[in-house]
């Protein structure tokens, strides 16, 4: 017995030496891991090979020809410019299905000045494309093609993406089609537009490697979510790219089918944050945040609410304020004609101290922006042109009376717009010889008067002419 308690003990210690030998070489083999930079939860993660198969008949390949006037544009010079393809004539890009029936979004920038644009997918099937709709602020371009059953990517939520997350690219840097890369999250909310704000200062960072070519491909996360679509890079240094967040794609994709254009609140304020020493000098609590309030613009929304110049805003519709970009953002997605509470802290003059102020401001539509349509869908799609208001300098360079004219934005390949001779730049002054004074009254006009011959009378440059819409409804 023993003999036999003597072999168990010296067994029981042989094993724990054993365990203790393995633990060791466990530790080793971590603390190398963590030496080499690699995080021992990321162990599991050995390959992306199921998400890219996943994913790559969600993904597509776009091609453009664009203007012969195109090929003298020179490439961006700025630090954080847009991807450009690497010819202008054939211009290259990539996009990704929204919607099962032939939605697909890429960069505004890919398809911009194209004559024509297909869009071929991982089958290798290749299809016309036509524009729905386009958003150049924030650089978004939806587009169809004539195709059903197809496979649709999922959206995920940017908001919760942390830093040091994977992330996945997908797209045709160089001409290379479906070309895969991975990387993390290196930052959220870049501002790297400072004058133009392109996407509200909410870029996503990634060290994922992107080129020209991958302008308008998903960036996705872990799970096969599309978190971002890859859009910038910094020319001054490698492995730095950005992706408009997927929160933001989605409000402005719902309003591209649903309108065609985007409608920005506006509430004319002359705005900037506030930093520490501030913040100290004012008198308030160290940890007060806002934007601050530095000028009202005259016959602005905000003019004509309880809004002060020097007000400290803290926040709008319930949300806390911070950043500049974040207001900005709130504001421009809210509809005009809501009205939204604002909080703000305000002190009266001659007096230190600082009081809570709440009140609800009825937001407005932003001035001076193009108010792009599609004329009908059914008569948008047999004229494929795009029509703005007519700018104020062109107006009074025209001598054109009152608000009378819409201008033409872009006319594509292959439409009426084109066949009767419009071009871009010109003037509808007049239409079935009725005067058009805006957009929705050329509307009216065209389907009223579809099944006859409609003349519409144009102004180019310093001259006028008469164009002649054959019947919309004989063209199919």
Known sequence: MAEQRRSRTGGLRALNARAWRTMACLALGLSVLAAAGVPAQAQPLRTFAPLVKEQ??????????????????????????PFRPPEFISGRGTGFIVDSNG?????????QGSESIEVVLSTEDIYKAKVLGVDERTDL??????ATNLQAVKFGDSNRIEVGDWVVAIGDPLGLNYSVTAGIVSAKGRNIFDSENTAYGEFIQTDAAINPGNSGG?????????????????????????AVPSNLLVEILR?????????????????????????????????????????????????????????LIVSFGGEKLK?????????????PGQKV???VLRREEGKPEWKTAAFEIEIGREPGEPEVVRVGRSIMDKLDVTLSVVPDTARQ????????????????????????????????????????????????????????????????????????????????
């Open 56 to 81: 790559v008949p969600r993904v597509v390949h776009i091609k453009t020809g664009a203007a012969q006037e195109s090929k003298e544009q020179s490439p961006p010079t700025e630090q954080f410019g």
């Open 341 to 343: 509470r604002v909080e």
């Open 397 to 476: 360079k025209l001598g054109l009376n009152g608000g009378q004219g819409v201008q033409v934005e872009r006319v594509g390949s292959g439409g009426l717009g084109q066949k009767i001779g419009l071009a871009a730049g010109d003037i509808i002054l007049e239409a079935a010889r009725r005067e058009v004074r805006t957009r929705d009254e050329l509307m009216r006009i065209l389907e009223e008067n579809s099944a006859n011959r409609i003349p519409l009378l144009v102004q180019r440059e310093n001259r006028t002419l008469y164009l002649t819409l054959q019947s919309l409804e004989s063209n199919h």
């Open 103 to 111: 939605l697909i979004v890429t960069n505004f920038h890919v398809i």
């Open 323 to 335: 950043r500049v970009p974040h207001l900005q953002k709130l504001v421009a997605f809210t509809q």
């Open 218 to 242: 998903p960036l996705y996360n872990l799970d096969g979510e599309v978190i971002g679509m890859n859009t910038a890079i910094s020319s001054r240094g490698q492995g730095i790219g950005f």
């Open 141 to 146: 371009a939806l587009i169809q093609i004539e």
């Open 255 to 311: 309003q591209l089918k649903e309108k065609g254009r985007v409608v920005r609140g506006w509430l004319g304020v002359v705005i900037q944050e506030v930093t520490v020493d501030w913040v100290k000098s004012m008198g308030l609590p160290d940890r007060t945040r806002g934007i601050l309030v530095n000028d009202i613009v005259p016959n602005a929304p905000a003019s004509k609410s309880p809004l002060r110049k020097g007000d």
